[in-house]
């Protein structure tokens, strides 16, 4: 299946400061992929860097098999930026005929559609809407432009608890209705956890983990048990986080085998334990050179 998403050592440098370096991904079509990472962490300048409006300092990136940017590749994707941007003095009619005017692909009966169900008055200029409606405009000229990739920036931030559900809604619908697939960022795991089916989690500009959420939390475990050190855990079980007590511990281990040993009570892991885990261990671990596929960094605490 071709890739929607692939870089290699892709890096970006703002001056002397490196936003994102290092970067190797390969983003089968058809997933809805998850950007999860701190602030700071390079997620707006990768999504840029994926839709054309930046150029890399290192490395490449190529989408839906071709350079970002160009005319072509500008009518496949579909990007709507941080703070879901609208024209403020453009009525939510005037949005869908610039929308149509603008892309040649242009659904308007879906357009139409999403405006009556969510029951936006087309008179109503973009300024007088309130962040959750501004966003459910700015998802409907996205997901009217008929892209094949949508990449979509923090577009629930914004947003109360009702709002957001309403929008990853509208979203999920529209996945499951058109061939989309779909990169998302986002600081909230819990709306990553009900809506993507693919994960990357970036820190301090650099890939820490990226695969699918099934494989990730089906090779990720968590063992608790007789205090150990890691170092006597068996070769194959990669330890990304270790914390002891005086008598127990608790590892996160990366392993494609079973658990064996009878000391440990294995349980399984959420998204949410697994990009925590992740996250700590770049904050206590020197970050390497380039994602390795098995972690083999031991982080004792
Ligand atoms: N135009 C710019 N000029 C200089 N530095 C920049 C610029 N844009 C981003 N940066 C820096 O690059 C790094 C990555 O920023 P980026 O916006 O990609 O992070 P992010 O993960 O999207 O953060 P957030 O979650 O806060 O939106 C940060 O240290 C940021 O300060």
């Known amino acids: 299946m071709t890739a929607v998403l692939q ?3 892709l890096g970006k440098k703002y001056g002397r400061h490196w936003a994102l370096r290092d970067c190797t991904i390969d983003v089968p079509a058809g997933h809805v992929v998850g950007l999860v990472g701190p602030n700071g962490a390079g997620k707006t300048t990768l ?3 994926a839709c054309g409006q930046l150029s890399p300092t290192a490395g490449g990136i190529t989408v839906l098999g071709g350079p970002p940017g ?3 590749q500008l009518a496949r994707v579909g990007f709507v930026a941080q703070d879901t941007p609208t024209y403020a003095g453009l009525t939510v009619a005037d949005h869908l ?3 149509a005017r603008l892309n040649p692909g242009w659904d308007a009966a879906l357009a139409q559609e999403r405006v009556d169900r969510l029951g936006l008055d ?3 200029r973009a300024a007088k809407l309130s962040g959750g ?3 459910q405009l700015a998802l409907t000229l996205g997901l009217a432009k008929r892209p094949e990739l949508l990449v979509l920036d923090e577009p629930v931030a914004a947003l109360d608890p009702l709002a957001r559900r309403d929008f990853l809604r509208g979203l999920m619908e529209a996945t499951a209705e058109h061939e989309l697939s779909v990169v998302l960022s986002s600081h909230l795991v819990s709306d990553l956890e009900r809506t993507c089916d693919y994960l990357i989690v970036l820190v301090d500009s650099r890939v820490r983990l990226a695969g699918e959420v099934d494989e990730l939390l089906a090779t990720h475990h968590r063992l608790t048990g007789p205090r150990r050190d890691p170092g006597r855990l068996p070769a194959g079980q990669h330890v990304v986080s270790a914390r002891h007590t005086e008598r127990q511990s608790t590892f996160i281990v ?5 658990i064996l040993d009878p000391a440990w009570t294995v349980s399984r892991l959420t998204m949410e334990d697994l990009v925590l885990a992740y996250m700590e261990q770049a904050a206590t671990a020197p970050a390497p050179a380039a994602v390795p596929r098995r972690p083999a960094l031991a982080v004792l605490r």
């Open 122 to 124: 087309p008179r109503r």
């Open 7 to 9: 870089a290699q050592e």
């Open 47 to 49: 999504l840029k860097l």
């Open 97 to 99: 005929r610039l929308g």
């Open 133 to 135: 409606e501004r966003a």
């Open 254 to 258: 990366r392993t494609d085998g079973p």
């Open 70 to 72: 160009g005319q072509a």
